[in-house]
């Protein structure tokens, strides 16, 4: 699912985008705004796959206020102005989409991010705690630890993240082929597991017991 937002300072603008958006299976477009200052609050808080973007608004430029978002975000940029083309590429959008255009060529646009989506390797994991969101790269995790309705999140700098999230939900979020779950309460990268003595396995100064229901998993892993 590619979760999306929409930013323009016209509400007929953002109103055929969210009816052409609907009609999109696998396009979640999550919110619309039309001021630059909501949108911004609301990307530093929660992970956005894509932005239909306006370029020309009366605050910033939304080809500036595409630079300024610290999150991996693609951008489709829907403009009346078709000066702005060369530019927007340059800055590796997805697509630019001519106002007014039809849900054709709007449909058109979505699938180059399937496709661009597709072909990405993530590296890296989007988690809101402590009301921000944080880009966690994939190699500076040493080990998740599940605590009830928590995830900590132990960094191989001896710092750790706390965040509001089940073991499950989390691990849909990593790569299935750089982490496994290794217990109820553990997810490990496969890449720590150096030591396993006595079904437990030794990461630093962790030592983590292997359940009865991953020990087969762990196993094919040490195998491969």
Known sequence: MIRAIALDDEILALRIIENYA?????LSLEKTFNIQSD??????????????????MPSKNGMDFYKNISQNTKVIFTTAY????????????????????SFERFKAAV????????TDEVTYLSIRADYKLHKINF????????????????LID?????????????????????????HRSYIVPVNNIKTIVNRN????????PIGETYKDTVMKILNR
């Open 111 to 118: 699938e180059k991010v399937k496709i661009n989506t597709e």
């Open 22 to 26: 609907e009609k999109i299976e696998n």
């Open 139 to 154: 190699n500076d995790i040493l080990l998740i630890e599940g605590l009830d309705d928590y995830i900590q999140i132990h």
């Open 82 to 101: 078709s000066e702005y083309a060369v530019d927007a590429f340059s800055i590796n959008a997805i697509d630019y989409l001519l106002k007014p255009f």
């Open 158 to 182: 001896h710092s750790k993240i706390i965040a509001r999230s089940s073991m499950k939900s989390i691990l849909e979020k990593l790569s299935e082929k750089d982490f496994v779950r290794v």
């Open 201 to 208: 396995i030794h990461i630093g100064e962790f030592i983590i």
């Open 39 to 56: 949108a911004q609050k609301y990307l530093n808080k929660f992970p956005v796959d894509l932005i239909f973007l306006d370029i020309e």
